[in-house]
């Protein structure tokens, strides 16, 4: 079992690393600050995820913290043979608190079975934004849906209160992953979820800056319409947004774009 423990508070008016436990092969390299917020980057001394591997995660921002937290790179989860392995992630945000979360990309290869859960507990003054991408297994390699189940949910609780759900399992042996409804003919797909205060004062504007950052990315690029395909969402509280795409790079980097449409 992979445990961290992360508890990121406040000193003299700055974000620290409170409290942090880890165990192998887990490792935390030395925060930073960037522009506003405490950049911590979630390392591992492995190739990649194996056949019987569980993660524990406990995340905890505390009141008026500032932070923002990844990882070093992509999490590659291997043939898991007859097992499978596991991830929980379990993250609170505090009062004024901002958390910036977004994990690398995920390439499921070929005959492997994943099962991760992520649950999200945010307050009504925080400011939180969540974004994961998932490839359709190693594409250079030529390997397309070929892992056996990827099962992963993410749940944010607002003041207690359930708000956003997304809930995906594939399992390419009985589902059509290629079709509408899945991937639609791409080889990556990317979710994100965001929430701020003044996020329904503001929506209008908010949806207009995401709809522009994304045709000028497209544009600078020279991506045609067909590359990108994407959809907002409203949720009970906050907004989802979906990307499907054929590089990661590409869908990392729209949703950094909006990270800074609440500004």
Not at 12 to 22: E, M, P, S, W
Not at 108 to 124: K, Y
Not at 159 to 172: G, S
Not at 181 to 197: E, K, R, V
Request: contains cysteine; charged residues 25%.
């Amino acid at each position: 079992m992979t445990k961290l423990r992360l508890v990121m508070g406040k000193e003299y008016d700055r974000t620290v690393v409170k409290d942090c436990f880890y165990t192998s092969p887990m490792k935390i390299g030395t925060p930073r600050q960037t522009g506003d917020l405490k950049k911590v980057v979630l390392m591992m001394a492995s190739a990649g995820v194996l056949k019987g591997d569980r993660f524990d995660y406990q995340i905890t921002c505390e009141d008026q913290t500032k932070t923002e937290l990844t990882e070093q790179s992509y999490t590659k989860i291997f043939d898991t043979q007859d097992g499978e392995a596991r991830k929980k992630v379990e993250i609170t945000v505090g009062e004024n608190a901002v958390l910036d979360y977004h994990p690398c990309p995920v390439i499921p290869f070929q005959n492997s079975s994943f099962e991760g859960e992520t649950r999200i507990m945010i307050r009504n003054s925080s400011i939180f934004f969540y974004s994961e991408v998932t490839a359709a297994g190693r594409i250079a390699m030529g390997e397309r849906f070929e892992f056996r189940s990827f099962k992963n949910k993410t749940i944010v609780y607002l003041e207690n209160e359930p708000v956003y759900l997304e809930h995906t399992h594939y399992i390419p042996q009985k589902q059509h992953l290629d079709s509408l409804f899945y991937f639609d003919g791409y080889t990556h797909q990317g979710s994100m979820y965001c929430y701020f205060p003044d996020i329904y004062i503001s929506s209008s504007e908010f949806l207009d800056k995401i709809a522009e950052g994304i045709e000028s990315y497209k544009k600078k690029y020279s991506l045609s319409e067909k590359e990108i395909l994407y959809g907002v969402t409203e949720a009970k509280k906050g907004f989802a947004i979906r990307i499907l795409g054929n590089q990661a790079q590409d869908i990392e980097e729209i949703f950094e774009m909006i990270r800074g449409c609440n500004g």
